[in-house]
C-alpha cells in the first residue's frame, strides 16, 4: 500500500489492522515522508524501481494488490508495469496519470500546487480546515497534515509535484497481468477527468468504481471498514 504525498506510512494506520487478519501487508516509507531519515522524495519512477528491487530481494512470489492513492497511485502504476513479480491487482485510488500537455504548461501546474503546499505548510491548521471543508477530518486529522507540511523539504514538495505530473509511461506499454483498478470519489469526477481519460485511452481494460459520499484520498482515512471490504471483493 502506497501513500500519498503529504502523509506518511501510517496513513494505513486505521486499515492495518483490518487487512493483516487476512493478508501479509506491505506498507512502504517513502523518501520525503518519513520522519525516521533525512531524506527528500526522488521520483515517481525511482521509488518504483525500488519497490520492484524490493520484491525481488525479499524472494516476494506473487503480490494480491498493489494499492496506490493519489501520488500513491502513479507509484502502484509504474510498479504494476515493472512486471517484477506476478501482481494480481493494481488499484489507483484517485491516481496520478502524466499530463498529456506541453513541458511549459505541466511546469506552470507544478509551480501553482508547490505554491499552495507552501501557503498550507505557513497557514497551519486554520488554512487547511477551509482546504478540507469538504470532507468530515477531525482536527487532529489536519493537525497531521500540517505536521507533515511542516516536516517536508521544499525539494521534496517540488519533487512531488512535477513528477507525479510528468513521469514517464514505459514505450511500448508491457503487455500487463494485473488487473487494473480506478477508484476515484463522486467529488471528485471533474478533477480526474483528465486522469480517467488517460486511462480509457492507454489501460482499456481498467475497471473504473465511484466512491459516494467522500473527497480525494478519504476513503482510507475516513471508511477503513468499507476499504477492507473492497480489498477483500477483488479476490
Same mark, same amino acid.
Given at each position: 500500500? *502506497? ?9 494505513? =494506520? ?22 525516521? !531519515? ?8 525511482? *521509488?518504483? @524501481? ?45 491516481? *496520478? ?6 513541458? *511549459? ?34 482536527? =487532529? ?12 523539504? @521544499? ?36 478533477? @480526474? ?15 473504473? !468504481? ?15 471498514? @468499507? ?9
Amino acid at each position: 500500500m *502506497i501513500h500519498p504525498s503529504v502523509v506518511k506510512w501510517d496513513y494505513f =494506520e486505521r486499515v492495518i489492522p483490518l487487512l493483516e487478519k487476512s493478508y501479509h501487508v506491505v506498507v512502504p516509507s517513502l523518501p520525503g515522508y518519513d520522519f525516521e !531519515t533525512d531524506s527528500d522524495f526522488t521520483s515517481v519512477e525511482e *521509488i518504483a @524501481r525500488e519497490l520492484n528491487c524490493w520484491l525481488k530481494d525479499n524472494d516476494i512470489k506473487e503480490v494480491d494488490a498493489v494499492y496506490g492513492c493519489s501520488m500513491g497511485g502513479s507509484v502502484a502504476l509504474l510498479v504494476a508495469l515493472g512486471q517484477s513479480v506476478p501482481i494480481k491487482h493494481c488499484i489507483m485510488d484517485g491516481g *496520478i496519470t502524466p499530463y498529456q500537455l506541453p513541458w *511549459i504548461v505541466t511546469r506552470m501546474i507544478a509551480l501553482k500546487d508547490y505554491l499552495m503546499m507552501m501557503i498550507g505548510r505557513a497557514g497551519g491548521v486554520r488554512l487547511l480546515e477551509k482546504a478540507f471543508a469538504t470532507d468530515d477530518y477531525s482536527s =487532529e486529522d489536519l493537525q497531521y497534515v500540517a505536521e507533515v507540511l511542516k516536516h517536508s523539504s @521544499r525539494k521534496t514538495l517540488w519533487r512531488t509535484f512535477d513528477s507525479c505530473n510528468n513521469y514517464k509511461i514505459p514505450s511500448p506499454i508491457p503487455s500487463l497481468s494485473p488487473h487494473i483498478h480506478y477508484w476515484y470519489a463522486d467529488g471528485e469526477e471533474q478533477e @480526474r477527468k483528465a486522469d480517467i481519460a488517460y486511462m480509457k485511452k492507454f489501460f482499456p481494460k481498467t475497471e473504473f !468504481t465511484v466512491l459516494p459520499d467522500l473527497g480525494h484520498a478519504g476513503l482510507v482515512l475516513l471508511q477503513p471498514e @468499507r476499504f477492507t471490504a473492497m480489498i477483500n471483493e477483488l479476490q
